[in-house]
């Protein structure tokens, strides 16, 4: 409030002559323009920490990386015609292969004798068909001219076999058809995702025991004290109380579970007899308690060009290079080589582009937790055609056969990646297939999920997989197994890394009495209340260990983790003995090799 | 304040009213300009938030989708006075520099201690240019030629500085780091030299794009910009760098046209 000093207030009647004698009065006037000055408003400490934090925490900016260990074995050999594959193979019955190609014999330093092009040669391919980084650019007949199979582009070194990404989980599917088998027996599932848990009664109410039995083929997520919801039901009764664990097999309580048997007839407890189940934590509030099932669906967020990925320095896996020399005489084409069956580089994957996670909620609901690096199988040399898709629990051998979930006629197990082809000169109009590379906003399948609203947690029950099997046009595996559901390999496309944490502990209340819920609080009709786990800051570790504290520089989060990339072989096929499956292999060594052969 | 309240009567003296003007006021409006002050303030006493992250930057490809990179490194054989006769006394080949068939064969420590190194300037003006990053190519790169070591032990391929560089094989080289932000520094064009470090004589050589024979009017004494340098692009969409010719504008570093470099002779 602004006064002029020189303002005198003076008697009314002392205006001018004769003026009247009346009150007078200052009109103050409400309106502020000014406030009262509190003290350090204008003096701030400046906490250089306190700055940091606040930039860390409001930046939504990451840029994960990942270093890849890649564990592979070479387990199928199979043979093939096509001249390009076949000169390149690692051979495993060179000097039979060698005695019906080279029909009038062959031998060193003499003329190259007649061939039998019509006989084909038995290996494995090597390894740069599997490698993260192929670096075979040079090899004439096969990556360079002439006949060559594919021109080779150094820019397309690092996608000819792999294509990476980054990915988070942005939906659940619920409707999502599964199988599993039992292995060993011929209890086989078909279900539904959002129906639960396949089981099969282990002991049933027929072996008149004290407890009834039941085996998953999956972790069943159960402790002691819950409830089982089941597909059928007993005189109207759904939910049963889970009395134990396993039995005396190590680790069988993750598969196992039983419930007491208090002296149930008919045939729906009996031994074999399958169903579904979900898990109730308290059967007084299943409908709050009860578990949903699902599997996640994720959506690519990176294009393919934005991956960098480079040797991880010298860093190789323990199980070291498996390589060999072919000898001259025991190749078709007279030429000594090295050839690789395995190789034990590990890369590092990071990315041009930077991951923006702002505004982005998980399959849930909930601020994003965790980012996944998905790689695919793009296969773009065609040794390999139709991918399957499909969980960990189907990984199993169905009686030393793959499980029929693999069969390239069920439509359940085919991938959301598009297969591309192309033909070469020298392999006519036959087909070689690859996969496309995906796009950002592309989608694809996830893990097989339980979540529980009352735990408000999420558990992986079995990882998604994809299988790569042999073009059996180009590359044949010689056993009795249809060419529709061959063996092939498996890899884990979505590995995760965690970028944030969500607290250990639950936070339950109603909104009037708790300021800040989340808005991905889970709101019981039952109690009135919201649960919720707490999102714990970046750079905060609670005493048990949980959060999240990696580096953020440059504005950016920097998260990080390695990665073993398995791509693990269904099963082993024989190699000189293919006619009768399981047999003793013969050992694919016995050509001793030379102390000093031509490859030196 | 309860203005309302204020009543002032008649006294026998003159009446006033002492409003207070104590500073225990400010005027609204003070506070966000502090607030935005105070960012201000943080900025320059902390430093703001800057992306210092780099990227690859890849050669670019060409139409043929040939990503490589070729560089070709001349010397002078200092066996006869530069002149406009003397062209073919350029050669792509350590030998012309001074180092024997066995250093270069038996990797002598001279030999490779030796380095080029591309420097990336902002201008081609000397006198305003900055330098900002510069690449270093190891002399264990490159193709080979073949050469006598001795007559006991025949021809042997030893190393030449003629390169090819790409994501596989030889890379050194092949990638540019730089920010991948451009808030900080936004440049899109480098201008690049070459120098050869010689591992002998622990000097650095400057290197030329053009042939200092055929440097007109004068072979020692021209205008540098048009001879030291070749321009460099980034593009930071598709994080990649081509290579032009500061005399044609026309892209260069594919097998047919490499990047040429020849050692600068002094008179």
């Known amino acids: ?600 | 304040m309860n203005a309302n309240k204020i009543k002032i009567v008649k006294t026998d003296l003159d009446g006033f009213v002492n409003v207070p003007i104590n500073m225990q006021w400010d005027f609204i409006g003070n506070d966000e300009a502090i607030s935005s002050y105070e960012i201000d303030v943080i900025n320059e006493v902390i430093n703001p938030v800057a992306d210092f992250e780099i990227s690859r930057f890849a050669h670019n490809v060409f139409p043929n989708q040939d990503s490589a990179i070729n560089y070709d490194f001349y010397f002078y054989d200092d066996s006869a006075p530069i002149t406009a006769n003397t062209v073919g006394n350029w050669g792509i080949t350590y030998l012309n520099e001074g180092f024997s068939v066995k250093d270069v064969y038996y990797y002598s420590k001279p030999f490779t201690k030796s380095f080029f190194k591309l420097d990336f300037y902002t201008t081609k003006e000397e006198k305003t240019q900055q330098i900002y990053l510069s690449i270093v190519l190891p002399v264990q790169q490159g193709s080979t030629e073949t050469v006598l070591l001795s007559p006991q032990l025949g021809l042997v391929e030893i190393k030449k500085p003629k390169m090819k560089l790409d994501y596989i094989g030889d890379k050194e080289g092949f990638f540019i780091y730089w920010l991948r932000n451009r808030n900080f520094i936004d440049i899109n064009r480098f201008y690049m030299t070459a120098k050869f470090f010689d591992g002998r004589t622990g000097i650095f050589k400057q290197m030329t794009n053009t042939q200092q024979n055929l440097i007109t009017p004068n072979k020692f004494n021209f205008d540098n910009s048009n001879y030291f340098y070749y321009r460099v692009d980034l593009d930071y969409d598709n994080k990649t760098y081509e290579v032009f010719s500061t005399a044609t504008n026309q892209r260069v570093g594919d097998a047919n046209t490499p990047i040429k470099f020849y050692e600068y002779v002094n008179p």
Not at chain 1, 343 to 356: A, E, I, K, M, Q
Not at chain 1, 382 to 388: I, P
Request: charged fraction near 15%; hydrophobic fraction near 30%; include cysteine.
């Open chain 1, 1 to 600: 409030m602004i006064v002029d000093p020189t303002t005198s207030i003076i008697l009314s009647t002392q205006r001018y002559k004769s003026a009247p004698r009346v009150d007078q009065f200052i009109n103050v006037p409400f309106a502020q323009s000014t406030k009262t000055l509190t003290e350090y408003d204008r003096s701030v400490d400046i906490s250089l920490a306190t700055v940091f934090d606040e930039e860390r925490q409001l930046s939504t900016i990451f840029r994960p990386v990942t270093k890849f260990a890649i564990l592979f074995e070479n387990a199928y050999t199979g043979s093939t015609k096509y001249v390009p594959f076949r000169d390149n193979l690692y051979y495993t019955n060179a000097i039979i292969n060698a005695q019906d190609y080279y029909y009038q014999g062959n031998t060193m330093a003499v003329q190259p004798p007649a061939t039998d092009q019509n006989i084909p040669w038995d290996g494995f391919p090597q390894y740069s068909e599997f490698d993260f980084i192929r670096t075979d650019n040079d090899v004439i007949g096969y990556t360079q001219p002439p006949n060559n199979h594919v021109t080779f582009k150094n820019v397309s070194a690092t996608t000819y076999n792999w294509s990476h990404y980054i990915s988070y989980p942005y939906k659940n599917n619920f409707n999502k058809t599964l199988s599993a088998i039992e292995p060993g027996t011929n209890i086989q599932w078909s279900w539904v995702a959002s129906s639960g848990l396949p089981y099969y009664v282990l002991v049933g109410n027929d072996k008149n025991t004290r407890q009834i039995t039941f085996k998953c083929p999956m972790t069943h997520g159960l402790s002691v004290g819950e409830y089982v919801q089941l597909s059928v039901n007993y005189n109207g009764n759904q939910l049963f109380q889970v009395s134990s664990l396993g039995t005396t097999g190590s680790g069988s309580e993750e598969y196992i579970f039983s419930i007491s048997n208090i002296g149930y007839t008919g045939n729906v407890f009996q031994t074999n007899s399958k169903g579904t189940f979900k898990r109730v934590i308290n059967a007084g509030n299943s409908g709050d308690t009860i578990s949903e099932y699902y599997v996640r669906q994720h959506k690519i967020i990176t294009k393919p060009e934005c991956a960098v990925l480079v040797n991880a320095g010298f860093e190789r896996n323990i199980y070291g290079n498996k390589q060999k020399c072919e000898i001259k005489v025991l190749t078709p084409n007279q030429k000594v080589r090295n050839s690789i069956k395995e190789g034990d580089r590990s890369y590092t994957l990071s990315f041009n582009c930077d991951v923006d996670i702002n505004g982005l909620k998980d399959n849930q609901g909930r601020p994003l937790t965790e980012l996944f690096f998905t790689t695919i199988w793009r296969g773009y040399f065609g040794w390999t055609s139709v991918m399957r898709e499909g969980w960990y629990f189907n990984t199993y051998l169905q009686k030393g056969k793959p499980q029929t979930w693999w069969d390239t006629t069920n439509a359940n197990a085919n991938v959301n990646i598009s297969e591309n082809f192309y033909t070469t000169p020298s392999g006519g109009n036959v087909k070689f297939y690859y996969n496309d590379l995906l796009n950002t906003g592309s989608t694809l399948n996830g893990d097989f999920c339980e979540w529980n609203n009352f735990d408000q947690f999420e558990r992986v029950i079995s990882t998604y997989q994809h299988k790569i099997k042999y073009n059996e046009n180009w590359f044949t595996i010689k056993n009795k197994l249809p060419t529709t559901n061959q063996y092939g390999y498996f890899y884990q496309p979505h590995n995760p890394v965690q970028i944030a944490s969500f607290s250990d502990y639950i936070e339950e209340g109603s909104s009037a009495n708790v300021v800040g819920i989340p808005d991905y609080a889970y709101y019981s009709t039952t109690t009135a209340l919201f649960r919720w786990r707490d999102l714990y800051p970046y750079g905060f570790i609670d005493p048990n260990g949980v959060g999240v504290d990696y580096p953020f520089l440059n504005g950016a989060q920097y998260p990080f983790t390695n990665t073993i990339f398995r791509i693990t072989p269904e099963n082993y096929n024989i190699p000189s003995d293919y006619a009768n499956i399981g047999s003793v292999p013969v050992n694919i060594t016995t050509i001793t090799d030379p102390l000093v052969d031509e490859c030196e």
